[in-house]
């Protein structure tokens, strides 16, 4: 590891802890050269989930994207920042846990879904009328009439 001060080589492990969740390792350094400290974290390299979307173009799985619009949903309603990160948390550990390199992007959007049916029925909805597409107001009284008739 490059010191960032010197940019020697040569330096020694003082500190090593593991994250909350397991999957970083911090370590600290000290440059033999120098002997300042720096800071460097070890991440497991995970393999990309390649999504396949509707028209059968291939994207890697971003989690800024799906947070963004599960953000967007949530947009002015009692849903914290934190219970939406825990979600994608688990839903990207689940997309892995499958071992499956390539997944469809409609079997994401239904996980999405569902997860924002028990958190709130108007974020749902919302993210309804995006991910299916709604072309009119039609569209938007037949998910409400189905959304009530299951409650």
């Known amino acids: 590891m490059k010191c960032p001060f010197c940019g020697e ?19 600290r350094r000290e440059c033999i050269s120098c002997e300042r400290r720096f ?47 825990e979600f994608i948390d688990e839903l990207e550990h ?3 846990e499958t071992g499956e390199k390539e997944i469809p992007s409609n079997e994401i959007g239904s996980k999405i879904m569902q997860k924002l049916h028990e958190l709130d029925d108007v974020a749902y909805v919302r993210f309804a009328s995006v991910y299916r597409e709604f072309k009119d107001v039609n569209d938007f009284v037949s998910e409400l009439k189905t959304l009530l008739t299951n409650q």
């Open 94 to 96: 689940d997309l892995r």
């Open 9 to 27: 080589i040569d330096n020694k492990v003082i500190d090593s802890r593991l994250s909350k969740d397991g999957n970083v390792i911090r370590r």
């Open 39 to 85: 800071t460097t974290y070890e991440h497991i390299e995970e393999i990309p989930i390649m999504i396949v979307k509707k028209d059968g173009r291939r994207e890697v799985f971003s989690r800024e994207k799906v947070f963004a619009g599960v953000m967007r949903a949530c947009e002015k309603r009692n849903i914290s920042v934190n219970v939406i990160e």
